[in-house]
């Protein structure tokens, strides 16, 4: 079973507009990931926030994370054509040996 | 480039031949995984090591078998291949601490 679903599934903007992407999740975790997949290629980290942590930057990308809610969001500003991508968030659990839990993906079109 | 390099990158099966898929990572890292990428599904784990010696089950186990005989590097076989193994295949490593998965870039089987 999926852990964390992503909400929209799909979204299309236009360059240089912010795109906002959600996750949801079902249990406890320890942390959560959101990773970047081009079309044909494998994933990328993009970035992690970990459970006892709020909000986290990295350059244009923005994530925060209400465990309360079990909840997360990608915040990309600034969008380019380049950010065109499916966006996964993904959850790790505990005792989980590192195990990822991957949601269905959001898929971002941003047009020039 | 360091990384998690995967081998093949294509590959068409008849139904009930068997393949093994290969996966390498120069990075040290003692946990390695196995998913399989369906359209319009997230990831979905096959198999995992936490080290050398090391397997476990994942998600969706049945009709897979792997080996980590060496740190380095991950096998993934199909005894006899069905088409509902027809899918992308990809292997990740992660570090034992804190930090997101390598993924390869992919092996695209189909079974006919």
């Known amino acids: 079973s999926q852990q964390g679903e992503e909400d929209p599934q799909a979204l299309s903007i236009q360059e240089g507009e912010n795109a906002t992407m959600n996750c949801s999740y079902k249990t406890s975790i320890n942390n959560l990931q959101w990773y970047r997949q081009n079309s044909g290629r494998g994933l990328v980290h993009l970035i992690l926030?970990?459970?006892?942590?709020r909000e986290k930057h990295s350059g244009r990308l923005r994530v925060t994370l209400d465990t309360s809610k079990k909840s997360s969001s990608l915040l990309i500003t600034a969008s380019r054509a380049a950010d065109t991508a499916s966006y996964f968030c993904?959850?790790?659990?505990?005792?989980?040996?590192?195990?990822?839990?991957f949601g269905s993906g959001t898929q971002l079109t941003v047009l020039p | 480039n360091a990384g998690v390099t995967q081998t093949p990158k294509f590959r068409v099966l008849k139904t009930g031949q068997s393949m093994t898929l290969l996966c390498a990572q120069d990075?040290?890292?003692?946990?390695m995984y196995w998913y399989r990428q369906d359209p319009g599904m997230g990831l979905r784990l096959i198999h995992y090591?936490?080290?050398?010696?090391?397997?476990a089950k994942g998600e969706v186990p049945d009709g897979y078998n792997v080996s980590r005989l060496k740190k380095q590097n991950f096998l993934l076989g199909l005894e006899s291949a069905a088409p509902s193994q027809t899918s992308v295949y990809f292997c990740?490593?992660?570090?034992?601490?804190?930090?997101?998965?390598?993924f390869g870039s992919g092996t695209r089987l189909t079974v006919v």
């Open positions: 926030i970990r459970s006892n942590e």
């Open positions: 993904a959850t790790e659990h505990s005792g989980s040996a590192r195990q990822l839990t």
């Open positions: 990075m040290n890292h003692e946990y």
């Open positions: 990740a490593s992660s570090p034992t601490g804190s930090g997101g998965y390598t």
């Open positions: 090591s936490v080290g050398e010696g090391t397997t």
